[in-house]
């Protein structure tokens, strides 16, 4: 049984997997995608989620926070400026994992570690899918006087093209008429 054991030690010393789980994170947030074994997946993982957690507030408290485990300086600017705006609508479940297979020599479990793209256009199509119903509840009676309106738009819309067709022909003339005596 795996109770009270917070994390996988990843068979490493602390200082070494410390490391190991800094660059791996790095990886992730400078290529947005990284490909390596499950456990160590898991792992960067747990911590990627939190800091774009604390990217999503731009502050100076959570950038030292985030500073301590990456060094990279532009890496924490990409992560506020770019990484952490793109899921403020977004409750966790930040990064994707893909299972690719077992890695030929010791069968390992690969996986590819990915962040997410955030896709706002979902969530205005449900917005406008509600309204619709609503609208096909009104009576029928209300239905005819729709068509009557729609019509009485339907000639008026009519009525400019043909006066703006009739224009064109006039201002075209005018136009060449003025050409003519420039050229002369």
Known sequence: MKHRIGFNRLSRKTSHRK?????????????????TTKAKALETRRIAEKMITRAKADSVHNRRMIARRIWDKGIVNKLFTVIGPRFVNRNGGY???LKIGNRQGDAAEMVILELLTEEAAPAKEKKTKKAAPAKKAAPKADAKE??????????????????AASVEPEEKADSAAEEKPDDA
């Open 19 to 35: 490391a190991l789980l800094r660059n791996m994170v790095t990886s992730l947030f400078e290529h947005e995608r990284i490909t």
């Open 95 to 97: 990064t994707r994992i």
């Open 146 to 163: 729709q068509a009557v309106e729609e019509k009485a738009v339907e000639e008026t819309a009519e009525a400019p093209v043909e006066a």
